[in-house]
C-alpha cells in the first residue's frame, strides 16, 4: 500500500480523536492540521493501533500526561507530506514511514500528526503499512531491552509478563541470540504455551514456591538482570532473588503499584533498579544506528517480531474499536484506520490487512 | 595510648560478647583466640562503639545477618598483634589500626578480632584509640558518600536523617567541598540545629508542603544525588521531587521499609535507585587509595569528622551500655574498652577518654 504524497494539498483541517480529560470521551473532531517547527515532519496517518499503555493513557493512567485537550495514540504509520525547514528534510517528503507521536503533545489517532523525525523509521517495501504501524511500541522496544542483556554482557536475564505480545518477542530474539531467559508468568496455560515456543525456563509466579524456584533458577543460570513490566511488588521478589550485583530494568507499571526495593539487596548485595523508556533509547541512538535497527527489526517483522492484527476501524468507531480489543486482547491488534472513511472501506480494509 | 606488641604472648583463649540468637541476651564468654588466614590480622581490641547499626544487628533487623553464634560490633580499634603468613604482612605487626568487622564472622565486641588486612587502617600519633575507635562507620562513610556526589559531577545533593551524627558529618564536608545539600530532618529543633551549623537549606519532612518544597528547591540548586539513610517511602518522595536522571542512593533503612519508586520516575524520568555499603567501597580503593583517604579522614576526626564519646564500659557491662547508650543516643558515642579488667580500670578509662 503506497500512498502519493500531494506536496501543496496538504489541508487546513483534518479529523482527530480527541480527549478533553483523562479518563472522558473519546470525541471525533475537525482540528487544523498541526503547524511544524524546523525538523518537524507532518506524517498522514494511515493506520495506527490501539496499544495497551494507550488505554492507560486515555485513563490518565500511563504515568506520562500530556496537557488536554489532547490527541491520544503512541505509534502508527502513514506518508509524510510536509516537512520543517531544515533543508536535509527536503528528500524526506513522500517516504513511508513508522512514527512515534511527541512526548509532550497531540498523538496518532489524528488524520495527520507532527512529529520530530527522529521518531520516524523509512519502511522498507517488503513492510506494509499495516505492519509498520505496530513496529515501535512492542518489536523496537523488545529489540532495545534485549540489548540491554547484551550489551549489559549479562548470561542470561529473567522478564515478568512473558505471556505479552512484546514478551513473546523478547523470548524469541533471546533465543536468536542464544541468550537463556527465564520468562514469568501468572497462569499454567500460559507455562504451556511458552513452553511450546521453545521457551526452556518458565515460572509461574502464582506457584507457592515460585520465590524460591526464581532464586535458585536465576543463581543457577547466572540470571543478572530482569526486564519488568510489572512493577510494585515483584520488582523487589526479582532483586531479592538475584545474585549479587543483578539489576532489574522497570519499563512497565502493570501492577500500576510503585516498585518495592528491599533495602538489604540495595546496600549489601550492590543489585540495583533503574527504568527504561524506548523514547530515551531512541534519543540517544545516532542517525546510522536508528537506520540500522530500523532495517533489522523490519527484517524480523515477518518473524520473530510479527505482530498479529485483527481488526481495523475508522477513526469514528474508536468505541467499537476499544470494545473489540478490550474482549479479545490477546487475538493481535486493533488498528485505526484514519483513511478508511474518505475510499472505499472495503477495498481499503482489504487491502490495509494483507 | 600506645599497647606495644607483644608477639608470641598472645594467649589462646580471650573474653567476647556472644550472642547465640538475634534478639536473644549477650553474654560474654570465653572463646578460642580466632586463627589466622594468610591475609587475616589479629587485633587486640582497645576501644570499639556501639553503633545505631549494632543495635540493628543484635536484634537480626541490620539487613545482612552473619551465622550464629557471633561476637556482634562493626567497628573498633586496637593493636596488631598476630598476622597471616603473608610475608608483606610482618611489618604490620605492633601498629595501631581502626578497623572494621569481617562480612561473615565474629566482630569487635571481644578482646581480639580476627580481619582481613584491607579492613585495617594505620592510625596516626594524633588519633588515639578511642578516637580510632569510630573512624570507619561514620567518618569513612561520611567521606564515602560525599565521593559519590563528588565523582558524579553532581552540582548539589539531597540528604535524609540530615541531624544524625552521621548526617552532620555529611553536612561539614559538603560545606567544606562548597557544594549545596538540602538536609532532611524529622523536628523543629533539629532544623534550628544544622542552621546554627551554617546549613543553608534544611527541610522537615514533617511539614505539610514538604514535598513541594522539596520539588522546588531540588530544581532549583539541582540536586540530582540523594543519600539516603531511610528507605521506604522517603526514597519514592525524594526520587518523586528531583530533576531528570537522578538518582537515590540508599544506604540505610531506618524505616524498616522496602525502599520505594514511583515506576514513572524510574521508566519516564530516568531516575535511579542503587545501595551504598561501606565494606564495597573500601574493596573497590586501591591500596594508596586507601591510605590516602585513612590520612585523609583523621586529619579531620578533630573537626569535621569528629565524634563525641560520652562513656566506656568494660565487655562484662555489656548490657548497662547499651542502656546507657538507648538513653541518650544523641549525647555522644558509648565505648566497650576491652581491655579495662586487665588493668587499672580508673586509669585506663581516663587515659582512654583522653
Same mark, same amino acid.
Given at each position: 500500500?503506497?500512498?502519493?504524497?500531494?506536496?501543496?494539498?496538504?489541508?487546513?483541517?483534518?479529523?482527530?480523536?480527541?480527549?478533553?480529560?483523562?479518563?472522558?470521551?473519546?470525541?471525533?473532531?475537525?482540528?487544523?492540521?498541526?503547524?511544524?517547527?524546523?525538523?518537524?515532519?507532518?506524517?498522514?496517518?494511515?493506520?495506527?493501533?490501539?496499544?495497551?499503555?494507550?488505554?492507560?493513557?486515555?485513563?490518565?493512567?500511563?504515568?506520562?500526561?500530556?496537557?488536554?485537550?489532547?490527541?491520544?495514540?503512541?505509534?502508527?504509520?502513514?506518508?509524510?507530506?510536509?516537512?520543517?525547514?531544515?533543508?536535509?528534510?527536503?528528500?524526506?517528503?513522500?517516504?513511508?514511514?513508522?512514527?512515534?507521536?511527541?512526548?509532550?503533545?497531540?498523538?496518532?489517532?489524528?488524520?495527520?500528526?507532527?512529529?520530530?523525525?527522529?521518531?520516524?523509521?523509512?519502511?522498507?517495501?517488503?513492510?506494509?503499512?499495516?505492519?509498520?504501524?505496530?513496529?515501535?511500541?512492542?518489536?523496537?522496544?523488545?529489540?532495545?531491552?534485549?540489548?540491554?542483556?547484551?550489551?549489559?554482557?549479562?548470561?542470561?536475564?529473567?522478564?515478568?509478563?512473558?505471556?505479552?505480545?512484546?514478551?513473546?518477542?523478547?523470548?524469541?530474539?533471546?533465543?536468536?541470540?542464544?541468550?537463556?531467559?527465564?520468562?514469568?508468568?501468572?497462569?499454567?496455560?500460559?507455562?504451556?504455551?511458552?513452553?511450546?515456543?521453545?521457551?526452556?525456563?518458565?515460572?509461574?509466579?502464582?506457584?507457592?514456591?515460585?520465590?524460591?524456584?526464581?532464586?535458585?533458577?536465576?543463581?543457577?543460570?547466572?540470571?543478572?538482570?530482569?526486564?519488568?513490566?510489572?512493577?510494585?511488588?515483584? $520488582? %523487589?521478589?526479582?532483586?531479592?532473588? !538475584?545474585? &549479587? +550485583?543483578?539489576?532489574?530494568?522497570?519499563?512497565? *507499571?502493570?501492577?500500576?503499584? #510503585?516498585?518495592?526495593?528491599?533495602?538489604?539487596?540495595?546496600?549489601?548485595?550492590?543489585?540495583?533498579?533503574?527504568?527504561?523508556?524506548?523514547?530515551?533509547?531512541?534519543?540517544?541512538?545516532?542517525?546510522?544506528?536508528?537506520?540500522? $535497527? %530500523?532495517?533489522?527489526?523490519?527484517? !524480523?517483522? &515477518? +518473524?520473530?517480531?510479527?505482530?498479529?492484527?485483527? *481488526?481495523?476501524?475508522?477513526? #469514528?468507531?474508536?468505541?467499537?474499536?476499544?470494545?473489540?480489543?478490550?474482549?479479545?486482547?490477546?487475538?493481535?491488534?486493533?488498528?485505526?484506520?484514519?483513511?478508511?472513511?474518505?475510499?472505499?472501506?472495503?477495498?481499503?480494509?482489504?487491502?490495509?490487512?494483507?
Amino acid at each position: 500500500m503506497t500512498i502519493s504524497p500531494e506536496p501543496g494539498r496538504v489541508p487546513n483541517t483534518m479529523q482527530a480523536i480527541h480527549m478533553h480529560q483523562y479518563g472522558g470521551p473519546l470525541v471525533v473532531e475537525t482540528m487544523p492540521v498541526p503547524a511544524l517547527g524546523p525538523t518537524d515532519v507532518l506524517v498522514q496517518m494511515s493506520a495506527t493501533p490501539l496499544n495497551p499503555s494507550d488505554l492507560m493513557f486515555i485513563k490518565g493512567r500511563y504515568g506520562l500526561n500530556k496537557p488536554v485537550p489532547v490527541v491520544p495514540g503512541l505509534e502508527g504509520s502513514g506518508t509524510i507530506v510536509a516537512v520543517g525547514r531544515a533543508w536535509w528534510l527536503r528528500p524526506w517528503l513522500g517516504r513511508r514511514v513508522a512514527c512515534g507521536a511527541p512526548e509532550d503533545s497531540d498523538g496518532t489517532w489524528a488524520e495527520y500528526m507532527r512529529t520530530s523525525f527522529h521518531r520516524c523509521f523509512f519502511l522498507a517495501d517488503t513492510v506494509s503499512n499495516v505492519q509498520g504501524a505496530t513496529m515501535i511500541v512492542n518489536p523496537l522496544t523488545a529489540w532495545a531491552l534485549v540489548e540491554q542483556v547484551r550489551k549489559g554482557n549479562h548470561r542470561a536475564a529473567i522478564q515478568t509478563a512473558a505471556a505479552s505480545s512484546l514478551g513473546q518477542m523478547i523470548n524469541r530474539l533471546m533465543q536468536r541470540f542464544k541468550l537463556p531467559l527465564i520468562n514469568i508468568v501468572r497462569r499454567e496455560e500460559q507455562v504451556t504455551m511458552l513452553k511450546e515456543q521453545g521457551a526452556p525456563y518458565v515460572l509461574n509466579s502464582s506457584a507457592p514456591d515460585f520465590e524460591r524456584q526464581l532464586g535458585e533458577l536465576s543463581h543457577q543460570i547466572k540470571a543478572t538482570i530482569a526486564l519488568d513490566a510489572i512493577s510494585g511488588q515483584m $520488582t %523487589g521478589q526479582l532483586l531479592n532473588a !538475584m545474585p &549479587h +550485583t543483578s539489576e532489574v530494568i522497570v519499563y512497565g *507499571a502493570l501492577s500500576e503499584q #510503585a516498585a518495592m526495593a528491599h533495602p538489604g539487596d540495595l546496600i549489601f548485595k550492590h543489585k540495583r533498579v533503574r527504568g527504561f523508556w524506548l523514547s530515551d533509547w531512541i534519543e540517544q541512538q545516532t542517525i546510522l544506528g536508528i537506520i540500522q $535497527t %530500523g532495517t533489522r527489526v523490519q527484517q !524480523m517483522l &515477518h +518473524t520473530d517480531l510479527k505482530t498479529t492484527v485483527q *481488526a481495523g476501524y475508522p477513526l #469514528a468507531e474508536i468505541e467499537q474499536a476499544i470494545s473489540h480489543y478490550k474482549q479479545q486482547m490477546s487475538g493481535g491488534k486493533v488498528l485505526l484506520l484514519p483513511g478508511l472513511h474518505r475510499t472505499n472501506a472495503v477495498a481499503y480494509q482489504e487491502q490495509a490487512m494483507q
